[in-house]
Each structure stands twice: as C-alpha cells, then as structure tokens.
C-alpha cells in the first residue's frame, strides 16, 4: 500500500471482518479470501483486520452485474 493510499484511509470509518460480511451478504472467510487476495484493501490491527467502509461500498458497485 503506497503512502497515499495509507493517507486516504486515516479518519475514515472502519468495518470488522463481521460487519463487512454482513454488509456483502458473504460469509467472513469470503472477506478474509478478498482481503488477502487484494481485492478488497484492509488495514491490520494486531491479528484483525479493519476494512475501510468506503472501500466495501466501492467493491461491491463494481461487481456488480447487470444479466441481458
């Protein structure tokens, strides 16, 4: 993560693995796979991580998927 990256994330609301499961519907190994792939960018507090709430709401506009 580059130092602006980091910078963004200061101040900002964060969500716990449980709550950003709930939030997407997934279970939290889904959020833990996410996280650890990349996917979804996590900060680490000792041995949890805290997901940024901007960032869940980011990931899940872009997967969206529209069938037709």
């Known amino acids: 993560m580059s130092a602006e990256d980091h910078s963004d994330m200061i101040g900002a ?12 519907r997934v279970s939290k190994m ?15 507090f000792g041995r949890s991580f805290r997901v940024q709430q901007a ?3 980011r990931h899940i506009t872009a997967a969206r998927y529209e069938a037709g």
């Open 55 to 57: 960032a869940v709401e």
């Open 30 to 44: 889904t959020v833990y796979r996410l996280v650890h792939s990349g996917e979804l960018p996590a900060v680490r």
């Open 13 to 24: 609301p964060f969500l716990t693995v449980a709550e950003v499961a709930e939030r997407m």
